[in-house]
């Protein structure tokens, strides 16, 4: 039997060639739009478990680090013209820079003053945009339309490219993931998760490993803004800095299983074409009736399955796992 | 001019009181951060709104019946949703109350719709002048009833039985467990108590706020902050927290503009909690 890692690996490319050809056999616009979003969501959703699953520190205030990330490649090119995938660049560079910056005096706060002060920091950055005039205050920016192609990193034919954009994204963070487990790194954040004090009289340096947690975390969502500011064209406050956002990250990875890499995947995969086809359907005239349901979904979840969905997963290979051995296999499980 | 923004401030901060009050009381209970508190107050206002088109009642005098009726929603709530997850993970506990409030202002949105909606006539209207200072008396009636009821909650845990009981649970559940107290049967009443707190607080807000299904958000937003402000499970604490964030809301509005007063709250919470990371008044570990 392989051992976990090299499982790990094999179920890393297998996922990614299912990610390659999964848009090519779903064609209708619509389609591809609801992939571009699981995409997009499963990779803030693996930024949020950097911080939150592995060094617990739950942040419900991500869209700071969404937001900003999104202006900055915004404005960058609608004041000064510069490449969208410089601004794309750049924006990872700004957050994380910002992440670091208030990840200093946030370090020092624990689980709900930390939570409350994401969500502080979410509503502060918000009202500062609402009111900054030289980014267009509450109106935003309009970014403008010009030829398509990977350089200008847009694209009016077809969706599929903004598809694999995200796609490698998200296969990219995953990939840290997957390095930063097995690293020294990851076991770091996990002690200081586990018990910060003692983590620190180990000799773990708390504050070094929390503050790469957040600024690679932020570095990562303000990319992911920035690429939805490039695929919507538009930014404004009110939606690039809306709290729901921060709230739909910290549920996909809660809902998909905090703490794994397959986690948000799953969460974003469930709750993206949720969320997508309720208002599709149902969104219409702004009923509410498309997030009462997913306001009752969560309610659900936190009852029935507040391990999340993975949590299935383990109870299903436990299981099989048991049924393996009552089957009298002598083979050792890990020879 | 400040002496009057302070007073605006002080009547504000008794409303946020009783609302952080609450949920104050149910953290410090059941370790549950309510983020539906805010939902709470507005199906509240909303609760009054209805007895005072269908039934005539003034929001005012309707108050110990909007409490009464949140008293019982919240052990409804309690027993169907909350008290499942009290034994789950940690960010199980921390995400049920967002599915709650997203679900319910929502539904308001859909039985309701947006449209904004205002008690007309309430019997406490105008101003009254004391000596260089306005006062609006449907806001001094209303942080006047907020003290009220704040004052009524707190002489029930102090002197009562069952309010003994629920402080025993707040400062060690264990023990108390052990020592015969019914654990479920009092997170019950302390959920149904904090969201009566959310209810009277609404019922009193109704008499002179606009009414529409996100109105209850920065409520419950700002009253977090006061309860993380005066730290986790101190309800007078809270009390103190509001009622600065209150001032700060009113006087700094005014200096810095009123576009940035959540700011400027949120703010002061960060200052404050950085260089005192449980509050001020605050113990236990998170």
């Known amino acids: ?335 | 001019m400040i002496l009057q923004l302070v007073t605006g401030g002080l009547f504000l901060g008794c409303i946020y009181g009783l609302v952080a009050m609450g949920l104050s009381l149910i953290y410090g209970v059941m370790g549950i951060v309510n983020f539906a508190h805010g939902a709470f107050v507005m199906l509240a206002m909303y609760a009054s709104y209805w007895l005072y088109s269908l039934a005539g009642l003034d929001p005012v005098l309707g108050t110990p019946i909007v409490a009464l009726l949140m008293f019982g929603f919240g052990i409804v709530v309690y027993r169907s949703i909350i008290g499942k997850v009290l034994r789950g993970p940690f960010l199980a506990r921390l995400l049920v109350t967002f599915g709650l409030g997203i679900f319910f202002v929502n539904l308001a949105q859909f039985l309701w719709t947006p449209d904004y909606r205002m008690v007309q006539q309430s019997i406490s209207h105008g101003i009254i002048m004391l000596g260089p200072i306005f006062i609006e008396l449907p806001k001094l009636v209303a942080s006047i009833g907020s003290l009220v009821v704040a004052g009524l909650v707190y002489w029930f845990l102090r002197k009562t039985k069952t309010g003994l009981a629920i402080q025993a649970i707040s400062i060690d559940r264990t023990a108390a467990s052990l020592m015969g107290i019914d654990l479920e049967r009092l997170n019950a009443i302390a959920f149904g108590l904090g969201l009566a707190c959310a209810g009277a607080a609404g019922s009193l807000l109704a008499s002179f706020y606009y009414i529409f299904p996100d109105v209850g958000t920065m409520f419950g937003l700002v009253a977090l902050v006061a309860v993380a402000l005066g730290g986790f499970g101190s309800t007078e604490g809270a009390l103190v927290g509001a009622i600065l964030i209150g001032v700060i809301e009113t006087v700094g509005g005014f200096l810095v503009g009123p576009e940035y007063k959540y700011a400027l709250i949120f703010l002061a919470y960060l200052l404050i909690v950085i260089v005192r990371p449980r509050g001020l008044m605050g113990w236990g570990a998170d």
Request: proline share 3%; with cysteine; glycine share 12%.
């Open chain 1, 1 to 335: 039997m392989r051992d976990n890692g090299q499982r790990q690996t094999i179920s890393l490319i297998a996922f990614a060639a299912v990610g390659l050809v999964l848009p090519l056999a779903m064609k209708a616009r619509f389609a591809q739009h609801i992939l571009i979003m699981v995409a997009l969501y499963a990779a803030l959703g693996e930024a949020w478990n950097i911080m939150a699953g592995y060094a617990g520190m739950v942040s419900i205030g991500q869209a700071a680090f969404f937001g900003l990330g999104a202006y900055v490649s915004a404005f960058l090119f609608v004041e000064y013209n510069v490449n969208p995938w410089i601004g794309f660049v750049a924006s990872g560079l700004v957050t994380a820079a910002f992440g670091t910056l208030v990840g200093l005096p946030f370090s020092r706060l624990r689980g709900r003053y930390f939570a409350i002060g994401t969500i502080a920091l979410g509503q502060m950055i918000k009202v500062v945009f609402e009111n900054w005039q030289r980014v267009g205050a509450a109106t935003g920016l309009m970014l403008p339309l010009v030829d398509e192609g990977i350089v200008s990193f847009q694209f009016h034919t077809t969706k599929l490219p903004y598809y694999y954009i995200a796609f490698a994204m998200l296969l990219a963070v995953m990939a840290f993931m997957r390095v930063m487990e097995r690293s020294r790194m990851g076991y770091y954040f996990k002690a200081i998760r586990e018990n910060e004090d003692v983590a620190s009289g180990l000799g773990v340096n708390k504050t070094a490993y929390k503050l790469i947690a957040i600024a690679v975390s932020a570095g990562v969502t303000g990319m992911c803004g920035a690429f939805l500011a490039q695929y919507s064209l538009y930014v404004e406050p009110e939606y690039m800095f809306n709290h729901t956002i921060s709230v739909t990250i910290a549920l996909i990875a809660v809902f998909g299983g905090a703490g794994s890499i397959a986690g948000p995947i799953l969460g974003a995969a469930i709750l993206i074409p949720m969320s997508e086809l309720t208002r599709a359907w149902l969104g219409s005239g702004g009923t509410g009736i498309d997030l009462m349901i997913y306001g009752a979904f969560i309610v659900l979840m936190c009852v029935y399955e507040p391990e999340g969905l993975m949590g299935i997963v383990q109870r299903a290979n436990r299981k099989m796992i048991v049924r393996r051995e009552r089957r009298g296999s002598t083979r050792c499980p890990n020879s």
